[in-house]
């Protein structure tokens, strides 16, 4: 059989010989140039079978852990007042922790994602009565990037006046280096009232502590008991 070219994993399904045991007998038996070419040819192609199958599968997991999130997120959803002025205040000055300028004179919150962006605006609407003629838009862009269209597509995405929009800025360390499609830059949104900056940041830093003070407490309890 391994001299008319059998492979070592069909003699084992065959004879049930262990493929120790035959790789050690066959270490003697020599193959043609015809056959060893035929055998390569048949692993390379079963390689790229076994590959195939792996990124299916591997695909398969990430869908069925991606609508695994989805549910528990939405299990979450459901447990929130969206109407609670309170619960968005506190969401937003979670989002301007991470996200927003600290340092500045204004309240500002920068982000290459238009969902985060519009939420910011809706807030500031909704929290603190901010009209959009109030809120300037700057926008930070790479070398190849056109002003006038990134222009146009941020105004768009949340629907705020192109007169609302001041010079975009061009990094020109960027120069030479294509960018991605889906990169439009990252849009600045600034108001000038900067005591809702100042309560923002209270607001999170207050809770932030609160909740660690409680967990530290909660832990000591825990390891007591």
Known sequence: MRRHGASVRDIEKRLGVRRSTLSYWFTKVPLSEHHLKLLKKRADNALVKARVEAVKWH???KAARIDLACAQAAETIKNIDFNDDAIAELALAILYLGEGAKKSVAT???NSDPLVLRFFISMLQRLYNVPVSDMRCYLHLRADQNPNKMTRYWSSALEIPLRNFRKPILDKRTAGRATYP?????CIIECSRVAIQRKLVYIANMFCDKITEQWAVSSVGRASA
Do not use: F, T
């Open 59 to 61: 695909n398969a997991q």
């Open 108 to 110: 500002a919150l920068g």
């Open 182 to 186: 889906h990169y439009k830059g990252v």
